[in-house]
């Protein structure tokens, strides 16, 4: 396959349906713009007359074949009920002979026999593409350009998350070609960023002076060979150093670094379906899959301002209380005489009510910290 496709700017399979062989983001781009026309990638609604008469001269059909193929690809044929009734866009018919209708049937009956209901969640994801699908921004600056490249990119749990949740992604992500590594990690949510570090036992009602996001800013991607660190802030360190080195001293193939906010993703070199990594707060470790490079669509969003933009979050189940099995666990408290395991998760008004008295007095002698659920993403 590559012998058919000597360029490397065009995605070929190293491994069949898994993963892409590396290529240039921004050159692949330029490739597609080479060879389309610019009515091709363009945002401009094409009427209908015009579409049929390219259709015609393109594949040489007749005008009573095109009547043919008019009449039977029509919006108006795809129906399940008689041309003079009105149908109920919401309800699907009960013996449905359309393919589309009859799988959204089938998953209709199975909710229906399993009593499930959507939740909040499942809403909210239903919605997180559609309100978004074709969106144009107020202001025409805001307008992503045509021909722009759009990646699409699945960012998974950290690997030291328990069961099947490494397998799952956590977010997928739309982001343009202009876009920064930097406006990538900002994008990205993990509960580790939201973690406070420090006891509170004495003092639970004083405020952490920051989460760890605000005092551990170091990170870095890794694609194909070279280490992308984030050095915007005066305290960031270059933690790719470690692993440089210990790669030098054992005859690795040498890596290189850039600067994070400098590169864009049109600048880099990947494979498609292949896993990249993400790690920040020092051992925090993410795959990152880019799944898809495409040129945006007229059916797209095109406001840039929603970019980088979430398409599906993955929901977690929250860790309850210990006690009252009702609301989110906020502190966990480990030599604690008065819970039922140690370490034990509390909310916060079990945890009050067990451990301090009605003045505020810290009761017996614990450990307290607090706790951040896995579930505050969704």
């Not at 950290?158 to 920064?180: D, I, Q």
Request: glycine share 4%; aromatic share 12%; net charge negative.
């Amino acid at each position: 396959m590559a012998a058919a496709y000597p360029n490397a700017n065009i995605p070929v399979y190293e491994l069949a349906e898994v993963n892409t062989k590396p290529f240039h983001i921004g050159s692949f781009r330029q490739e597609w713009l080479n060879r389309l026309e610019p009515t091709d990638y363009s945002y401009q609604q094409q009427d209908e007359d015009t579409f049929h008469a390219n259709f015609v001269e393109e594949t040489g059909v007749g005008a009573e074949t095109m009547a043919e193929l008019k009449s039977i690809c029509s919006i108006d044929s795809l129906r399940c009920h008689p041309e003079d009734q009105q149908p109920d866009m919401e309800v699907v018919p009960p013996d449905p002979t359309l393919k589309t209708l009859i799988q959204r049937k089938r998953r209709q009956d199975y909710r229906a026999s399993r009593k499930v209901t959507k939740n909040r969640h499942d809403i909210y994801a239903d919605e997180l593409e559609r309100l978004t699908a074709g969106k144009r921004p107020e202001d025409v600056t805001d307008l992503i350009p045509e021909g722009e490249v759009i990646l699409t990119i699945n960012v998974y749990y950290p690997a030291v998350f328990e069961k099947f949740t490494y397998n799952r992604s956590h977010m997928t992500l739309l982001m343009t070609g202009s876009h920064s590594l930097a406006e990538f990690r900002d994008a990205i949510c993990c509960v580790s960023d939201l973690q406070v570090c420090g006891e509170f036992s004495n003092t639970p009602d004083v405020a952490p002076d920051f989460i760890s996001k605000d005092h551990y800013k170091s990170a870095f991607f890794f694609f194909e060979g070279v280490f992308y660190n984030d050095m915007r802030f005066p305290e960031c360190q270059d933690i790719s150093v470690t692993t440089i080195e210990w790669a030098k001293a054992r005859n690795f193939p040498p890596f290189t670094q850039a600067k994070m906010e400098d590169t864009r993703m049109a600048d880099l070199k990947v494979k498609v379906g292949f896993p990249y990594l993400y790690c920040h707060q020092g051992d925090c470790e993410h795959l990152v899959i880019i799944t898809d490079v495409r040129l945006s669509h007229r059916s797209d969003c095109l406001d840039r301002k929603l970019f980088p933009l979430l398409t599906h979050k993955h929901r977690i189940v929250t860790q309850k209380c210990a006690v009252c099995h009702i609301f989110i666990g906020r502190w966990f408290t480990t030599n604690d005489q008065f819970a039922p395991s140690d370490p034990c998760l509390f909310c916060d008004k079990c945890f009050r009510m067990l451990h301090y008295d009605a003045q505020g007095n810290k009761l017996g002698d614990f450990l307290a910290y607090p706790y951040v659920d896995r579930g505050a993403y969704n």
